[in-house]
Structures are given as structure tokens and as C-alpha cells.
């Protein structure tokens, strides 16, 4: 399995990123871990590097719940920012929330991949990395 250059965190939530950057460290799978802790930076930084293949994640995991841009605004304007990016980037919502509405609403997102319930454990990371 080749490891994949770039994940993204967006997460204001400093014992998961903590924990998930432990985890995916681990793996040895992943060379560099991008970390924002709302919605905003994160869309910001994919706005400023759209034609900047090299520097943008092959995946986000993305918090539902966060402070100034929460993960459904993010995903609201990371639809209309997608056609222009020059880089395909798999999107998995990693929250704590179990509401089917949240589910059933992220499914009906295409840019979404999966969605999964925190705490995310190693080899879910390492089924997400193969995936790609």
C-alpha cells in the first residue's frame, strides 16, 4: 500500500486531533497531517491552492460541529469550490453526532465519501487510505 501525501483535519476539537493524529502517525500511511480548527481556514486554504495539486489533501475528515464555519457550511461551499479544484479529495464526516437526520443528510452530499462515528480507530484509517 503506497501512502498518501496529505490529510486534512478540520476539527476544533484538540483531544480528537490530538488522538487522530496519534492514530494515523501509526499507520505510517500518510506523510504530512494538515490540522484547522473550523470550517472556514480549511476552505480558505483549498480556495488559495485549487490549482496547487502537490499541497492539497487526498482526504478530509471533517467535524460536523465547529465554531465560526461548522462542517455542513463547509460542505455547502465546498460544493460549488469542487468543480474547480484540480484535485479529486475524499471528504469523510467524523463526528460524534449519531443522529440518523445527520446521516441520512450527509448521504444525500456527493462530495461525502463515508460517514463515521468518533472515535475514528487505526484500522479505520487504514480502510479509508486503501480505499483510495
Known sequence: ?????????????????????KAIEQTKLVDLIKVFENGLDALNFLKENKNNVDVLPEIILLDLSMPIMNGWQFLEEYTKLNPTIGKKISIYICSSSISPDDVTRAKTISEVSDYIIKPITKDKLIDLIKKL
Open 1 to 21: 500500500m503506497s501512502p498518501i501525501k496529505t490529510l486534512t483535519l478540520v476539527d476544533d476539537d484538540d483531544v480528537f486531533v490530538f488522538l487522530t493524529k
